[in-house]
């Protein structure tokens, strides 16, 4: 656990679900929390997250997502799981991860990732991106670099690492390596270091976090006043109706998002189509 000295760093892992998220998570931590691909009782279906003390003392705060943007998750559930993750990453996000596989295509699917996770937060999102590859086992078969695998990479994301830093890091998430997998993290954690100098030390925050922030706040608060007011056989039932209430609130904050998500992907849908209709694609229109 953090000491009241020593803050929590939260870093969020994001991406197309079959990518490698909850693999890396449990990379990044060190033992087996997250649920991945690779597990016979499925992949991640709600956000997860993990406090572990890393290499060198800091405390950080893991989250994994499940596939938010992928094109046939609904606006619903995008919105709701966004607002736990939020409510997860109470001090705001100190990283956010893209997770990509040099085993796949990097596809639109990818590319409309990105543009989804910049509608929900605005273009300062990428300056606390990092974008980490998974598969390095599989370039290392192949006699490939991660440079040499990217030379011919998509125009987006070539755009990305320009405007992120070219913050990137290949993960080997089944070494057994011990030396490789304490490389692959001080990487990660040393760009994690790099966004705080960057932004001097303020971590992501938008208004629908801050509301989040606000609400849970103002739960703790009536919940330990409860407790001084109430006889222990009343308190429970006291929690519990506070609880239905600041669950209620949040699903209005879902609900919120939701509307948010569904106008902005539709003027994102017919900004694409207007493209196309006029040649080459291009990046997303937010970028």
Known sequence: MASGSEPVKNIVLVGRAGNGKSATG??????????????????????QTFRTVAPGGSIINVIDTPGLFD?????DVI????????????????????????RTRITKEEEDSLCTLQILFGAKILDYLIVVFTGGDELDSNNQTLESYLSECPEFLKNIFTLCGHRKVLFYNRT???DQKNRQIQQLLDHVAAIGRRNFGIPFTEKMHRQIKEETMRLRKEEKEAEARYRATEIEQVKMRLMEEHERKMNEM?????????DAWEDHQRMLRVIENMGPRKMCNIM
């Open 79 to 102: 919105s709701k799981e966004i607002v736990r993750c939020l409510a997860l990453a109470e001090e705001g996000l100190h990283a956010v991860v893209l997770v990509l596989s040099v």
């Open 71 to 75: 094109l046939i998750t609904k606006p």
């Open 176 to 178: 057994k390596d011990e």
């Open 26 to 47: 449990n990379s990044i931590i060190r033992r087996t929390i997250f649920t991945s691909g690779s597990q016979a009782t499925g992949v991640t279906m709600t956000c």
């Open 254 to 262: 879902a609900t919120m998002m939701e509307d948010v998500i569904r």
